[in-house]
C-alpha cells in the first residue's frame, strides 16, 4: 500500500486526485474505489492506496483514509 495525500475531491460528480508519497503528479481517485462506508473524501486527508493502470493512465484503488484531519 501507498500513502498520499488527497488533493481535492469532488462530492458531486465522485472522483478526484491523490498526491502519492514521493510524487509531485496526481493520480485519478473514483468513488467506487473508496473501500469504506463514505464514499467521498476531503481535501487534505492521508490515505493509504493501490496505483493501478486505468484506461487513462494510473489510478488509485482500494482508498481508505488513515488520517482524516
Given at each position: 500500500m501507498q500513502k498520499g495525500i488527497?488533493?481535492?475531491?469532488n462530492v458531486e460528480k465522485g472522483y478526484g486526485f491523490i498526491i502519492p508519497e514521493g510524487r509531485e503528479d496526481a493520480i485519478f481517485c473514483h468513488h467506487s474505489a473508496i473501500a469504506?462506508?463514505?464514499k467521498?473524501?476531503?481535501e487534505g486527508q492521508i490515505v493509504e492506496f493501490r496505483i493501478?493502470?486505468?484506461?487513462?493512465?494510473a489510478q488509485a484503488e482500494n482508498v481508505?483514509?488513515?488520517d482524516s484531519n
Open positions: 488527497v488533493k481535492w475531491y469504506s462506508s463514505s467521498f473524501l476531503s493501478v493502470q486505468g484506461n487513462k493512465g481508505r483514509v488513515v
